[in-house]
């Protein structure tokens, strides 16, 4: 039978039949498969390699029959040659498909830039971090490298980050050291997800190592910060004081707000969102704390008028920052008073090498020799408890509230009684104990 138009309109599936097949009789290999629900699809059969193989032509309609015969007789031609068509077929089908999912991953590789890689590992492997480190670390990466964050993040280099790390701990090495932990990070959790080839921060090599800050001001300089504190204005100035009092993080304290302070002014209640180890705190208020806050009023928003939720803000819609600014303001103010009581030029005076966050590591030292417990003291600063360990670690299940609160009212004191004598160490007998 001859595969005509006219034969192909009449030809149907045989009853309790899947489908059919009509072979042509001028073209050999070249048929019709004809199936149960009346599609027709013309075909090549041939036999290769010991087994018969079927090459689909065109469906009909698509294909008439004179041009799907000679679509066959170009078939038989590569048959005839030795070559497998079907197999030909079936293989640059698999190289395209191949060459298409090569094409897709480049276009995905290129669209993860550096930039959209922080994002996600923000988003992912930070999820559980603490609120400060979740926002600083990737903030941190995003401007030191903020000339390669539109650059694919699997075209960086070793090589280019090295230098860049170089250049950085020339000026900074301790920052240096911390960007090349964030990315080393951020590249080795992008690497178990096969978002990156490999980690370009693993081979950087840095030099020296991060040593723990043991700088505890002198009473003298305790004396100095409450001084020039006192004298600068809000919002720096009451939350300087703040910071020394409570002895809490720099981060903690500059977004207090007025709904974590107790109705009596007593107690500060940070949420767990807010602090390092995303468990909520309570912070005792000592009188002196209390005092400062009482002479506060609420900031109001610009744009809507009502009263700012912060208790230190310049703006009533954000908590304060710029911190660096107020350090360099503070020294400042202490070096123009120290100058005024010595009779000294500011920029005579030695250069103050303290941050905030030796204010924490100063009270938990005086707190020692007024004979606090170290629990005690951990407590109150609200260390995260994975680094505390041996028999401490069992203390830090219990809060010791009130132990807390005294241990913040004899530091307060503390403060207060090295102001009033100007910054000059009361002798060791008028140190009273704790009871722990």
Known sequence: MK???REIDRLTCPPGKRDAMFMDDEVKGFGLRVTERGSKVFLFQYRFAGRVRRMVLGPYGDLTPAQARKRAEEVRGLYLAGRDPAGEKKAHALAAAAEMERQTAQAAADALTLGVLITRWQDGALRDSSA????????????????????PARSLTTMEIQAHLDDVALRYPVMARRLHACGRSMFGWAEKRNLVPGNPFSDVVMEGRETSRERVLTDAEIAAVWNAAEAMPY?????????????????????????????????????????????????????????ILAELQSVADPDTGAASPYVFTSNGRSPISGFSKAKKRLDEVMAAQAAENGGKKPSALPEQDWRFHDLRRTGTTVMARLGVGHHIADKVLNHVEGAIKGVAAIYQRHDYLAERAAALDAWAAYVLKVVKEGGIEPPASNVVPLRR
């Open 3 to 5: 595969l005509t138009k």
């Open 132 to 151: 400060s480190y979740r926002k600083d670390a990737p903030a941190s990466l995003r401007s030191s490298f903020a000339g390669l964050l539109d650059r």
């Open 235 to 291: 919002p720096f100035g009451p939350f300087l004081r703040l910071l020394l009092l409570t002895l809490q993080r720099r981060n903690e304290v500059a977004g207090m707000r007025w709904a974590e302070i107790s109705p009596d002014r007593s107690t500060w209640s940070l949420p767990g969102g807010r602090v390092k180890n995303s468990k909520g705190h309570i912070v005792h208020l000592s009188a002196p704390a209390q005092q």
